[in-house]
C-alpha cells in the first residue's frame, strides 16, 4: 500500500488493485488454519497471551482480517473492535462474531491503519499482525506505528508484526521454488530491499515489504515507542514440508512449538522465522 493509493474517492482506505484482489480470492478467512501458519497462530496467541494483561480490557485490532485473533481475544474477555481495509475481512468477521453471541466483538469497520477514528488513549492494546506487510513506503508504516502510539493508553502495549526479510528465500528453498527463474528474481529483490513484488499469475504472494529485525526495530523507536520484546514468531520448524502432519501428532507438535521457544531472541535466527514480532510499550 502506498501513499498514492492509500484513499478511494469516498474516503475509505483504498488498497492497490493486486492486493485488492489478492484477498478477494478469500483464503485469508482459513489461513491459520493450514500449513505453517498452524505455528504462526499458536505463537502468536501464547505471545499475545505472555504480554497482555488479563481481561477486561480493551483491545484495537487493526488489520485484523476476518478475526481470528480479535474472536479469539473477546472469547477470554476482552474488549475488542476490529478494522480492516478489505470490506470482505470485515463482513466475514461480522459473520464470525454472530456465531458467539455470548462473547462478540465490540465493533467491526472498514479503516485505515495510518488514519484511525479511535480517539486519543482510548485503549489497552494495539495489534498491528497484518498493516506492516502492506505499506511498503516507511513514511506509511511510521503513521501507522503512530497512530497506534495515539490510541494508546500509556503503558499500552503494541504489538506489530512483519514478514521477514528472508521469508521467500526459505520458502523457495524448501518448497523448491528457486527453479522458476520468474520466482528467484522475486527472492532477489526481496533480500535487496525488501520490497516484495509479484509480476506472476502464480501464488508469489502480493505487493509487500519484508522487514530485516533491525528495520522493525527502528521504526518501532522511531515511532515513539519502548522496546518490550522482539521474537521470531515461527522458529526453525515452519518450512518442513510435512509440517501439517507433525502438527497432528501432539508429541511433535510440541517439539516445533519448543524449537520456536528456545530461538525466539537468538539474534542470529530472528530472521529464519517467516514472521517477526515487536512488542512496544507506549511510556
Not at 116 to 136: C, F, N, Q
Not at 158 to 178: E, H, I, K, P
Request: aromatic share 6%; with cysteine; hydrophobic share 40%.
Amino acid at each position: 500500500m502506498t501513499s498514492d493509493a492509500s484513499r478511494s474517492a469516498g474516503g475509505l482506505p483504498s488498497l492497490p488493485r493486486e492486493v485488492s484482489e489478492y484477498y478477494a480470492r478469500g483464503r485469508e478467512s482459513g489461513r491459520l488454519a493450514a500449513g505453517h501458519a498452524l505455528i504462526e497462530r499458536a505463537r502468536t496467541e501464547e505471545l499475545l497471551t505472555r504480554h497482555l494483561p488479563g481481561p477486561p480490557g480493551t483491545v484495537l485490532d487493526v488489520g485484523g482480517g476476518s478475526g481470528p485473533y480479535a474472536l479469539w481475544l473477546a472469547r477470554q474477555g476482552y474488549e475488542v473492535h476490529l478494522v480492516d481495509p478489505v470490506p470482505q475481512h470485515v463482513e466475514q468477521a461480522r459473520a464470525a462474531s454472530e456465531h458467539q453471541p455470548e462473547r462478540p466483538l465490540a465493533s467491526a469497520r472498514i479503516g485505515d491503519a495510518r488514519r484511525l477514528a479511535e480517539g486519543d488513549e482510548s485503549t489497552s492494546a494495539v495489534l498491528l499482525l497484518g498493516p506492516l506487510y502492506h505499506l511498503t513506503e516507511r513514511a506509511d508504516r511510521l503513521a501507522a506505528l503512530r497512530e497506534a502510539r495515539r490510541v494508546l493508553r500509556p503503558g499500552g502495549l503494541c504489538f506489530a508484526a512483519a514478514v521477514s526479510r528472508f521469508a521467500s528465500l526459505l520458502s523457495g528453498l524448501f518448497d523448491d521454488l528457486l527453479g522458476d527463474p520468474e520466482f528467484g528474481r522475486i527472492v532477489e529483490r526481496d533480500l535487496r530491499d525488501g520490497q516484495h513484488r509479484n509480476p506472476t499469475p502464480r501464488d508469489y504472494f502480493t505487493t509487500a515489504f519484508f522487514h530485516h529485525p533491525d528495520e522493525l526495530v527502528a521504526e518501532v523507536r522511531e515511532a515513539g515507542f519502548a522496546l518490550v520484546d522482539l521474537v521470531g514468531i515461527e522458529g526453525p520448524g515452519w518450512p518442513l514440508p510435512d509440517v501439517e502432519k507433525r502438527w497432528a501428532d501432539p508429541v511433535q507438535r510440541d517439539q516445533l512449538l519448543w524449537a520456536a521457544r528456545v530461538v525466539e531472541r537468538e539474534p542470529s535466527l530472528l530472521g529464519f522465522s517467516a514472521h517477526l514480532l515487536a512488542v512496544a510499550r507506549r511510556a
